[in-house]
C-alpha cells in the first residue's frame, strides 16, 4: 500500500450511446447498467483498501454532483468535485492534480473513468500498485495498456517500445506513439505487430509531474489555472473554480501532454476489461437465455433471438418474431434499433438537442 | 328509405390482433383505430338516415356495453344489447331477430360487423337499400359480395351461380356454396374463375325468415331460445337472457344456417371494404410519410423505413436504422414486431392468459 496514491475518478461522461436510460442528471455511470452496483460505485469499490474513499476524488459536472454523492455515501462530501462546465480530460486532471498536491506535495494519482468494467479486481489492484512504484520511483507518466484481442476501431493505441529502465521484471515499456481510432486494415496491422496496446484510459502519475508537464505543455491555461490553484483549499475555491475553469482550455490529455511528454510509459493490465461503451455491452456482462436474448424487466418474447430488451419493470415489453434488436423502456421514451446500430443512438440524442427536448436528455 | 328496415350491429369481437391497444373493456370496435370517430360509431353514422339511430341494434358483450354506450350516445340505451357470454353468431342473431320482431313482425335486419372500414358512405346505404327491397320481395338471405383483389387466404368465399329471378338489373345471384380461408392456390383459381365474391360478413333478411331458420337448424337452441323470444319486452327480459343465453349452441351462423339453407343469395357490394383485421390496415388508411411510416404519436425517426409507429403521445418513441417494424405504445405495454408477424401479435394474447396477466388483456 502506497501511502501516496490517490485516484482521480473521471465522472464527466454523458453516456448518450445509453439513452434513454442514461440522462444528463442521471448518467449511465451513477446506474447498475451491469451488475449491482452503480458503475462508479464499482469503480470505488474496486479500489479496495488500496485506495480508500477518503482518498478518492471524483470529477463530474456541477449538475450530476448531488447524484453522485448519493450513489458513494462512503465518500467525503469535498472529495466530490464539480465542473461548472466540461472541459474534457486535460482540465479535469489540471483540477486533480491541484487539489492533490495541496493535501499532499508527493501525492500520486491514479486516474480512471468512472464507467468501466474491470475484472477480477484483485489484479487491478496489484498492477495499480505496481503502477504506483514505479511513478514514485522513475516520475514516469504510465498508462495502463490492454492487450488487444481483436480490431477494435473504436480505441485509441499505444505503441511501445522497449523496457523502461529499472521496471524490475514488471512488464513496463516506453511509449513510442499514440494511435487514436485506426481503420480496420491499421488495426489488424497493429494486433499482428504484437507491439500495440488498447488505451484504456487510466493513468498512473505524480501530481507534481503532471502539473509541471501542464504548466509547460498548457500555456493557455495560464492565469486561469494558477489562480484554480492557488484558491484551492481556501474559502474562496468552489467560486473561484466557478469563475476561472471554463476559460480553461478545452483539450484532452491525451493530446495535450501524453503525445508530448517525455517518459510516458505504458503497464501491461492483465485483467479483464470493458469499456462499457454501448448497449451491446449488456451481452458481454449479463446472462443471456437460450435464444440468445439478454432480458431485464418485465418482458414477454415469443419467437426472438439474439436481442437486448431492458424495460423499467413498470410496462410490459413484448415482443413476436424479432431478431438482432435493441428495445430500451424508461418511463417517458422508449427505444428501437437493431444492434448494429448501437452507435447511432448517440444520433437519437443529437436530434432530441437539435429539437429542444431537454426533458428527454 | 324502408320503414322495416333495421341494423343490427355485431360488436363481439376482441380485436387481440390490435393488442396492446384493444382490450378487453376497450376493444378495437371502440376506439378510432383509422379516422376520427370510433370504428363502431363510424358504422353507425354511415347508415345515415336509411337505418336511423333509434333503429339499430348493438350486439356486444355485457361488460362492453357501458363502454360502448359512451362511444354512441346518438342511441337509445335499450338498443345496446349485453350478451352474457360470447356464443358466435347464430345466437346473436337469433337474440336480435327475436328483439326486432317484437318490435315490428315486418322487421328486415341488416347485419354487420362493428369494426369495418367502408366507403363512400352513399354507395353503402345505396346497396343496403337494394338489399332491403329485394329481401322484402323474395323473403332470401342475402348476403353482400366483395369482388376480390387479390388471393386473401384469410377470408370466406362465396361461389355464386345464376341471376335470382326479379332480380330487376341489381347484380343479386344465388350462393352455390361457401369455402372458408381456403389455401393460396385455391384462392388463385376462385379469381380467376370469376365466380367468387369474398364474404364480408354483412347479411340482410326478414327477421321472420331467420327465426324459421333458427328453429330449423338450430333444434339444440330449443327452449333456451323459445324462453328468451317469450321474454323480450317484458319486465323478465334481463334476467331470462341472463339465465338462457349462455346455454343457445355456440355456432356461428354461417355454418349453422347460410351453408344449409335454401334461397341464400348474394349481391354485389361496389363500395371500397376493409374488414380492418390487423395493425397493417393503417397503411392503408392512414397518410404514410416519404419513407413509408406511418406514425402517430411523439415519434423520433431516424433511418427508419416502412414501420407502423403508433404511441400514446405519452412518451417518446425514438427509433433509428429499424425497417418494417410494428411498434406499439400504450400507458402499460410496448410490442414489438415485424409487419409480415401481424398476424401473431394474437399470441402475444393468448401467452398472456395463460400467464394470468388480466390486467393486460
Known sequence: VSENLYAVVMAGGAGTRFWPLSRRTNPKQLQPLV???????????????????EKVLIITG?????????????????????????????????????ILLKRDPEAIMAVMPADH????????????????KVAAKTDCLLLFGIKPSFAHTGLGYIH?????????????RRVVNFT???????????????EYYWNSGIFVWQAA??????????????????????????????????????????????????EKAEDVAVLEANYQWDDVGSWLALERHCPQDAHGNVADGDILMLDTHGCILRGSGRRLIATVGIKD??????????????KNRDQDVKKLVDELKKRERLELL
Do not use: W
Request: proline letters at 8%; a negative charge; charged letters at 25%.
Open 180 to 194: 487514436e481510432k485506426p481503420d480496420t486494415d491499421t488495426a489488424e496491422k497493429f494486433i499482428k505487430s504484437g
Open 325 to 338: 434488436l435493441l428495445v430500451i423502456e424508461t418511463d417517458d421514451a422508449i427505444m428501437v434499433c437493431p
Open 117 to 132: 468494467v474491470i475484472s477480477p479486481a484483485e489484479v487491478f489492484r496489484k498492477t495499480l500498485a505496481t503502477a504506483a
Open 209 to 258: 509531474r503532471i502539473i509541471r508537464e501542464i504548466e509547460q505543455h498548457l500555456p493557455k491555461h495560464g492565469k486561469s489555472f494558477k489562480r484554480i490553484a492557488a484558491a484551492i483549499g481556501g474559502a474562496e475555491q468552489e467560486s473561484t473554480i466557478a469563475r476561472e475553469y471554463p476559460k480553461l482550455e478545452k483539450i484532452s490529455i491525451d493530446y495535450a501532454i501524453l
Open 160 to 172: 511501445f517500445g522497449e523496457d523502461l529502465p529499472g521496471s524490475s521484471g514488471a512488464p513496463v
Open 35 to 53: 451488475g449491482d452496483l452503480p458503475l462508479i460505485a464499482a469503480t470505488v469499490e474496486r479500489l479496495g483498501q488500496l485506495v480508500p474513499p
Open 62 to 98: 456541477a449538475d450530476q454532483a448531488e447524484a453522485t454523492a448519493k450513489v458513494l455515501p462512503q465518500l467525503p462530501n469535498e472529495n466530490i468535485i464539480g465542473e461548472p462546465e466540461g472541459r474534457d480530460t486535460a482540465a479535469a486532471i489540471a483540477l486533480a492534480a491541484s
